[in-house]
């Protein structure tokens, strides 16, 4: 039994849904909770070939058996909620917390130009400008939405008595360090904190119920919207190394660069991370790709991943070498 927590150590964008949905079944979880920002996250999971781009339900429901579960901390777009419920057919299994705060077509407007857009290169998804109404009191709540009423649920309470249970649980982040509020390159940040005990709080978990901090270091860095990029490479040369990648809920080129070492280590402390996961090591070493035997990849490789134990002092536990569900090697 673990409460299991799943955060991004850089810019976002490296590969939690991926390792989220790995987990939920794997470690058969009872119950997975979204934390984190909003419908500006978009977390790609591929299962048996076909390709799902989610924004507010956790990646989770790739396990039929998983509670999902979105915590108050969270802002969420209506529309975009019960789109992902119907497609995804988790309606006898989603829950939504009735203190999440609402985006309102206001949010979108005022998050779609001006400082927002030309300066900080939101997403422009609202999830900033709601949680400004959020900290002035006058949001409006889920428990005011009449669509979503079906959908209500407490959801600190049924992750803690899933813990008392004896449940496997998982906490799922969204965004990445880096972008923080309170930890990232401020103002080009997204407008919450996104580290570990942020999300644990927008699900509502107390700190000490939690086990392992899964910190998702993908095998490159990228970044999209504005701020400072150590080490960032051209448009060019990024295609050239197969690093150039488009923002799931923008569609805009990500800017790339090198692994960080620094970074990745200040993301261990900040996050408390005791693993980590390296996404997308196929992208660096294409002879990696699909593999599941971490004893026959190539030498640079795992020389790659002893560095990064090495540096920070932790152990890569979660190896991906794919984009499926399963495109992962497991050392734990
Ligand atoms: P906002 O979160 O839409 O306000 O955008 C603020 C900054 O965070 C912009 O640079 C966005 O590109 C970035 N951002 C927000 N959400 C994500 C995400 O899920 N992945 C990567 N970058 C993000
Ligand atoms: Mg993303």
């Given amino acids: 039994m ?3 927590v799943v955060v991004d150590g850089f810019f976002g964008d490296g590969g939690k849904g991926k390792v989220v949905s790995y987990l939920a079944v794997a470690d058969q979880v009872a119950v997975c909770a979204r934390g984190g920002v909003g419908p500006n996250a978009g977390h790609t999971v591929v299962d048996d070939g076909i390709t799902f781009k989610l924004r507010m339900v956790p990646c989770a429901f790739v396990n039929p058996d998983t ?10 777009n209506p529309e975009i909620v019960l789109k992902e419920i119907k497609e995804l057919g988790i309606e ?15 949010h979108i407007e005022a998050d779609g130009k001006g400082y927002l857009k030309e300066k900080i290169g939101t997403t422009g998804t609202g999830t900033g400008p709601c949680n400004s109404d ?3 009191r006058i949001a409006k709540m889920a428990r005011a939405v009449p669509a979503l009423k079906d959908y209500l649920a407490d959801v600190p309470v049924e992750l803690n008595e899933a813990l008392d249970d004896g449940k496997n649980v998982l906490i799922e982040g969204t965004q990445g360090t880096y972008i923080s509020l309170y930890h990232g390159t401020y103002p080009y940040v997204t407008s919450n904190d996104v580290c570990a005990s942020a999300t644990c709080s927008d699900v509502g978990i107390g700190p000490t119920r939690v086990d392992e901090v899964v910190l998702v270091l993908k095998a490159y860095v990228t970044r999209v919207g504005a701020g ?7 448009h060019e040369e990024a295609k050239r190394r197969g690093w150039d990648e488009y923002g799931t809920v923008t569609g805009r080129q990500r800017r790339a660069a090198p692994f960080n070492y620094a970074l990745a280590k200040r993301a261990a402390m900040l996050n408390g991370a005791t693993q980590i ?3 997308k090591l196929d992208i660096l070493y294409p002879e990696c790709k699909g593999a599941s035997d971490y004893g026959k990849l190539p030498p640079e490789a795992t020389a790659f991943i002893d560095k990064i134990e090495e540096e920070i002092g932790i152990p890569v536990t979660l190896v991906g070498t794919g ?3 399963n495109e992962i090697i497991d050392r734990r």
Wanted: charged fraction near 20%; proline fraction near 9%.
């Fill in 67 to 76: 509670k999902l579960l979105i915590g108050p901390g969270v802002v969420i």
């Fill in 277 to 279: 996961a390296v996404t």
């Fill in 134 to 136: 959020r900290a002035m």
């Fill in 228 to 234: 400072y990029l150590e080490g960032e490479l051209s």
């Fill in 323 to 325: 984009p499926g569900v």
């Fill in 2 to 4: 673990s409460c299991t």
């Fill in 92 to 106: 006898d299994r989603i829950g939504v917390d009735p203190q999440c705060a609402i985006i309102e077509p206001k």
